[in-house]
C-alpha cells in the first residue's frame, strides 16, 4: 500500500513547515541510529547451552531474551543412512543428520562454539559459518582432526537466516557429503510469533549408480563437477518430509518455513503446492516480499517463508525445475487438517471423459529403452522387495498405499476380483496399458491407465507384489509369463 | 659360548641379507622422479631407492616393542609425546583390547618415531609414501586410473576399516599392502606441508603450499583422494593419537661395502 498524501500544507507558514520538516528528518534519523546501533557493542549477561534440533524442527523461539554467552556444542559423524529405498549412502553429518542441526541465537550473542569430530570418523573437518564476522567464517579457527574438538568464538552482528557448511578440501565433496545446516540469528524482540515452525533445506547429490540404483552408493566427483545431479532432495534423504515424515498444520495457522540449500551445485527454485507465501524474507534478510509464488533460494543461502493455510489437503513442496521434484526426489509434503472451505477451493465438482483425438492408449513418452534390471530377484522375498519399490515408485500415485485406489476414479489393487480373475490380462494391463469402462468389486470405472515403462522383470515383480499382498490371490508372477504376454 | 658363536653367524648372515637383497618384511622401492600432488608449479620431486614394511605395523609388534621399551607404555609416557588418547585400546600397559592383527592405532608421531628408529628403521617421508601409494597391482603410477581413485574412495567412506587385518587387500605393484584400505599413516614429515585449515584460503599462498584450487583442476580430479590425506595430514599434531591413524616404518638402501 502506497503513503496517503500529506495534508496539504500550502496554506501553513512556509518556516513552521521546514521547521516541522527538519523535526521529522532528523527524528527518523534518530529513529534509525537507534536500532542501527553497533550490535558488536549490545551487551551479553548470563550463558546458556545451546538448543539444538534435528529437521525439520526448530528449537524455541528466543523470544525477548537478552543476549547472552551461548554454548553451541556441534558433533560430526560419518555415518551411512538411506537416501531412498535400496539405495544407501555414506553421509558427512553436523550433529547426525542432513541438514544439521538447527542454531537458532539472537542477535549480540557471543556463541562460544565447540565443534567436536567423533573418533570414528576418517577425515577432518571444519565449520564455516556465514552468521560470522572474521576470516573463513570461523573455518580457519575450527579445523579439527577426528576425536578432536576445536573452540571458537564469534559474535552475531547481523540478524538473518544463514548457512553453515564444512570447508575442508575438497570443499565440493564435504558439502556434496551433506555437511551443511542453518543458523538462525533473531531480531532484537524475536521474529514475530507464528503457529508452526519448520527446518528445511534442499541438496543435491551425485551418486555413482544412477538414481535409484541400489546398494551403497559411493559419491561420484566427475558427476558433481559437471552438475549432474542423481538426487535432489529435501532434508538429506528422498522420503525425508512425505509419508509419516510429513510436516502438519492445522486450518487456520501460520507456517513459518526456514527453507535452505546446502547445493553444492543447484539454485532452488522453492514451491508450494496450492499456497501462497503471504511473506518471504528475501535470502533470510531484512527484506520482505508479499504474495509470493515461487522464490528462489541460491546454493549457501536460504529464506524464511511464511503463510495462513486456509484449506485442509495435502500440499506439495517442491523445487520448482520440476524434474528435480518427481525424478530426484526433491519433493516434501505439508498435511493440513481442518475444516473444509468451500468458498476458498471447492474441491472437484465434476468430472467426465474427454477424448478429441479418438479413443486410444496413451504412453508415457520415453527416450530410452527399457533396461533390464541389473540384479533380477533371486527368490519370492526379494520379488517381494523389489516389487514393493516399483509399486511405491509407479502405481502408489493411483492405487495408494494399500491398494485402495481412489474411489471412482482409479480402481482397488486389494481384495480386487477384476485382478484375481485374470492374471493375463493384469500383466498385459500393465504393460499394454488399459482404457475404457471395467467393473471392479461391483463399481464401475471408466479411466484410463498408462502403458507403464517397466522391464519385464519389473513387471513380474509389481505384480507378484500386488497378488501377495492385501489380500490377493498369491500368484506369483515370472519374466517369462510377462514375456508371453508381451510377444502376444 | 655355543650361543656367542650362532650369534656372531647370525649378524653375519643378516648382514649378508641386507647386502644382497632385502631385510624380513621389507620391500625395495625403485627410486623415480614423480609429481606429488601438492604444489602449484607441478614441482617434481625425487625419490631414492628405499625400503619400506611390506605390512603396517600390528598391535601384537607394537606390544612387543612396548615390553621391551616401558618408556612408552601407557602409563609412563611423557605428555608431550602424546594425548590422552594415546594407546586407547589397551586395557592396561601390556594388554590390549584388539585384533593382534590388525594395525596399531592410537599411536603418537613420536612414538612411531621410536618404534620404526628401535628396529634399526625410520618413518617413511610424504614423497616416498605417496609415491607408493599410488601404484596400484599392476602399474607404478595409476593415479589417472577411475578404478584406482573409486577403490581409494570408497574406503573412505567405508567405517570402521581399522578394525580389519593386514595382508587383505591385494599387493601392490612394488609388493606392498594396505596402503589403502585400513587406516592413514603417519609420515616422518606429516607437518611439512603446511595448510591453514582454511583450504580456500590457501588458493592464495605463494608459497608452495597446499593448494586448495587445485582440487577443482582436471589434473587434480584425478587423485582428489590425495587431498583428503594431505587435509587430514595437515589437521594433525604430532602428539595426537587417533583411531584410523597407524603406521609403518622404511629404511635406507644399504649398498655393499
Known sequence: ?488 | MFTHTFRVILVILTFQTVGFSQPEGMVNIKGSRYIPLYGRDSTVVEVKDFLMDAYPVTNQEFLDFLKKNPKWQKANILKLFADDNYLRQYTNDTVFNASPNSPATYVSWFAAKAYCECQGKRLPTIDEWEYVAMADEVTADARIKPSYNQKILSWYETPRTDKKEIGKTPKNYWGVYDMHGLVWEWALDFNSVLISGESRKDVDKDSNLFCGSAAIGATDLMNYAAFMRYAFRGSIKARFSIKNLGFRCAKDVETIP
Open chain 1, 1 to 488: 500500500m502506497r503513503k496517503p498524501k500529506q495534508p496539504n500544507q500550502s496554506k501553513m507558514p512556509m518556516l513552521l513547515v521546514a521547521l516541522l520538516l527538519m523535526f521529522v528528518i532528523s527524528s527518523c534519523v534518530e529513529e534509525k541510529k537507534t536500532e542501527l546501533a553497533d550490535t558488536s557493542e549490545i551487551p551479553v549477561s548470563l550463558e546458556m547451552t545451546a538448543e539444538l534440533t534435528a529437521p525439520p524442527n526448530v528449537p524455541t523461539p528466543v523470544g525477548r531474551r537478552k543476549a547472552k554467552k551461548l554454548i553451541v556444542e556441534m558433533e560430526i559423524i560419518e555415518k551411512e543412512s538411506e537416501m531412498t529405498d535400496g539405495v544407501r549412502y555414506v553421509y558427512w553429518t553436523f550433529g547426525g543428520t542432513v541438514p544439521g542441526s538447527f542454531i537458532r541465537t539472537r542477535v549480540g550473542d557471543e556463541v562460544e562454539f565447540h565443534l567436536q569430530n567423533h573418533p570414528d570418523n576418517k577425515l577432518p573437518h571444519n565449520i564455516d559459518l556465514h552468521a560470522v564476522t572474521g576470516p573463513g567464517g570461523g573455518a580457519e579457527s575450527s579445523f579439527v582432526a577426528p576425536g578432536h574438538e576445536k573452540v571458537f568464538s564469534f559474535k552475531t552482528l547481523n540478524p538473518g537466516l544463514y548457512v553453515y557448511h564444512c570447508a575442508t578440501a575438497p570443499v565440493g565433496m564435504h558439502i556434496a557429503n551433506g555437511m551443511y545446516g542453518l543458523i538462525l540469528v533473531e531480531p532484537e524482540g524475536g521474529l514475530p510469533p507464528v503457529d508452526k515452525e519448520y527446518y528445511i533445506m534442499q541438496g543435491d547429490f551425485y551418486t555413482k549408480g544412477k538414481n535409484g540404483e541400489r546398494g551403497l552408493q559411493p559419491f561420484d566427483m566427475q558427476k558433481a563437477v559437471d552438475e549432474h545431479a542423481d538426487y535432489v532432495v529435501f532434508n538429506g534423504a528422498v522420503n525425508a518430509l512425505t509419508g509419516d515424515n510429513a510436516i502438519t498444520a492445522n486450518v487456520g495457522e501460520t507456517v513459518r518455513l526456514f527453507v535452505g540449500n546446502g547445493g553444492p551445485n543447484l539454485v532452488s527454485s522453492f514451491h508450494v503446492i496450492g499456497e501462497i507465501f503471504d511473506k518471504v524474507y528475501v535470502e533470510g534478510g531484512d527484506l520482505v516480499n508479499e504474495n509470493v509464488q515461487t522464490t528462489i533460494i541460491p546454493a549457501g543461502g536460504a529464506a524464511i517463508v511464511e503463510f495462513r493455510v486456509d484449506v485442509p489437503g495435502t500440499f506439495i513442496l517442491v523445487d520448482h525445475s520440476i524434474f528435480r521434484a518427481f525424478n530426484k526426489g526433491a519433493l516434501g509434503m505439508l498435511n493440513v487438517q481442518g475444516e473444509e472451505n468451500e468458498k476458498i477451493y471447492s474441491g472437484e465438482q465434476y468430472e467426465g471423459i474427454y477424448l478429441p483425438e479418438g479413443p486410444g492408449i496413451q504412453e508415457m513418452p520415453t527416450t530410452n529403452e527399457i533396461v533390464e534390471s541389473e540384479i533380477p530377484a533371486q527368490n519370492f522375498e526379494e520379488q517381494m522387495e523389489f516389487g514393493k519399490q516399483v509399486y511405491m515408485q509407479t502405481c502408489f500415485a493411483c492405487h495408494q498405499g494399500e491398494g485402495q485406489g481412489v474411489p471412482n476414479a482409479f480402481p482397488p489393487l486389494a481384495k480386487s476380483d477384476y485382478l484375481n480373475a485374470d492374471v493375463d490380462r493384469a500383466i498385459s494391463a500393465v504393460v499394454n496399458g488399459l482404457t475404457g469402462e471395467i467393473t471392479v468389486n461391483g463399481e464401475k470405472y471408466n479411466s484410463v491407465m498408462t502403458r507403464q515403462m517397466l522391464s519385464s522383470e519389473e513387471v513380474a515383480n509389481v505384480l507378484t507384489y500386488v497378488y501377495n499382498s492385501w489380500g490377493n490371490s498369491g500368484q506369483v508372477v515370472t519374466k517369462q509369463m510377462v514375456d508371453k504376454v508381451k510377444n502376444k
